[in-house]
């Protein structure tokens, strides 16, 4: 294969950028499907107002379950209200919305990742331009890559981040180590905690065998440093709201460690293995057909401490580790997120059995990876982006049905299937209509609250069924129709609005 040039390579990241962005749209119909994804937008809403969180309007302090039903920081009397989340994600999306269609964030991250990928596979495969085309490659056929790209998840974030701080790692000037520490000091704060430690962790312990005593113990004190001003970070945004935390994770290190990881260490998932499973599949089936074939290729040199072979590995196997350990389930997403992080760990790892693979046999090696390449391009990358398609229309066309109702408040069913719960979503300052409630968590007692308020829309199975979603779902709802039984005939409900 011909050689990467600079040029190329940014000529293909851009290409990459601009159709991602078309794919938000014609693929995601720019819609944030899942809570994750609101809580993005959510977040973005309270930084564009120059805040760390919006009060609560009083009137509403005794919805808020109802209001945003999970993934609120836990401030005292939900006073103020912002996501659990971390904030850099958001943070950095909203101030690319001050510039650009925020459509175009993620875009231009995955753009950022596959240069950071390139440069990172030439300076670990120098003058093996088959092995950089097998890393480039496996990046943009991925349909992991792709479809996380055109949603908010943060996951793109960390991808691109990640790959950013390994090149710079690699060039090894002081400037470029000293911008790894600022890009790993704000990593540790874009969206969970444990992510970005696992992947640079193993590379910044290489520093010991080579006695770059000075250089470790500058990481060393960055991150601890940043881990510590992250899980003091949700003190930090209910103290700067005017409020006092007794319990939970406002109230500093020890209730963030004691609120977010005994918490999950203690709630022990029986289908812990079940879930691990399914997680790896969906891994497989949503990457390039080669990766995983050359992934196991590559462990001679993991073995052997070829390069950089060791570190990457042994990212991947701490990021699955705590994964499977405290938090098997990740929920909705485009193969499995969770490792999203450390996904140009693999693809360096594939380049790793490439050159294992092609010393063996050059020609059998280049010919099954176009083969493999042509069966993902064909068959696995349509097929998986129309069927995420075919999943995330009719949520979209849920949303905007309940978007152009004309009342003040919607009641939207959410008593089954739980996934319904995601079209409850409304800004931090209530300042939508309709607000959105979900239906599960309102007692008659606040029912007879929002009539007396306002005009009412109510949001059934039947609607649910108009919009193509769940369709398999019977119309009859018996627990939604007992709990909004008094709300028959009552002046304040309106009939739906197609």
């Known amino acids: 294969m011909r050689p990467l040039k600079r040029s190329a390579v940014f000529g293909i990241a851009t290409s990459l950028v601009f159709l991602l962005w078309l794919g938000t749209y014609a693929v995601m119909d720019n819609y944030a499907l899942t809570r994750d994804e609101h809580m993005v937008l959510f ?139 600022i890009i790993g000091f704000w990593s540790i704060g874009l969206h969970q905690i444990i992510f970005h430690p696992l992947f640079a962790a193993p590379f910044i312990m290489t520093l010991l065998p080579q006695r770059k005593w000075r250089m470790f113990a500058a990481y060393a004190a960055v991150y601890s440093a940043g881990l510590l001003f992250w899980t003091a970070y949700p003190s930090l945004v209910i103290w700067a709201a005017g409020l006092h935390a007794d319990s939970g994770t406002g109230t500093g290190v020890g209730g963030f460690f004691h609120e977010r990881v005994m918490s999950l260490i203690a709630r022990r998932n029986p289908d812990t293995l079940v879930f691990t499973f399914y997680n790896l599949a969906r891994f497989i089936c949503w990457n390039a057909i080669f990766l995983i074939p050359l992934v196991i290729f590559a462990w001679p040199a993991v073995r052997e401490k070829n390069g950089i072979a060791l570190p990457l590995a042994a ?76 999943f995330v229309s009719p949520q979209a066309s849920l949303d905007r049905l309940m978007a152009r109702q004309k009342a003040d408040f919607v009641i939207v069913d959410t008593e089954h299937p739980y996934s319904a719960i995601d079209q409850v979503r409304n800004l931090p300052d209530m300042s939508n209509r309709p607000l959105r409630f979900a239906s599960d968590r309102l007692s008659q007692d606040q029912l007879r609250q929002l009539c007396d308020r306002g005009t009412i829309n109510i949001i059934r199975r039947s609607d649910f069924h108009r919009t193509g979603f769940v369709r398999d779902l019977p119309t009859a709802s018996p627990q939604f129709e007992k709990r909004t039984a008094w709300l028959a005939n009552q002046p304040c409900v309106l009939a739906t609005t197609p």
């Open 315 to 390: 990212g991947v196997a701490l990021t699955l580790a705590a994964m499977v350990f405290l938090l098997p389930y990740q929920g909705h997403g485009y193969g499995y997120r969770y490792l999203h992080p450390v996904l140009g760990n693999l693809l360096l790892l594939a380049g790793y059995g490439y050159l294992a693979w092609s010393a063996r046999d050059k020609a059998v090696a280049d010919g099954s990876i176009a083969v493999m390449s042509l069966a993902t391009v064909l068959l696995a990358v349509p097929f998986l982006l129309a069927t995420t398609h075919s």
């Open 43 to 181: 977040d973005g809403y309270i930084f564009s107002k120059g805040r760390l969180s919006l009060p609560l309007p009083p009137q509403w302090s005794n919805f808020v379950s109802s209001l945003v039903p999970v993934f609120l920081l836990d401030t005292p009397r939900h006073a103020a209200v912002v996501s659990a989340y971390g904030p850099g994600n958001a943070a950095m999306r909203a101030a690319f919305a001050w510039l650009l269609d925020p459509a175009l964030y993620n875009p231009l991250l995955a753009g950022l990742g596959l240069v950071a990928l390139i440069d990172i596979s030439k300076r670990v495969f120098p003058g093996q331009t088959n092995a950089w085309w097998v890393c480039g490659l496996g990046y943009v056929l991925s349909t992991q890559v792709l479809a996380n790209a055109m949603t908010t998840y943060a996951m793109t974030s960390h991808l691109a981040l990640n790959l950013a701080w390994l090149a710079l790692f690699l060039r090894g000037r002081n400037w470029q180590i000293a911008l790894t520490m």
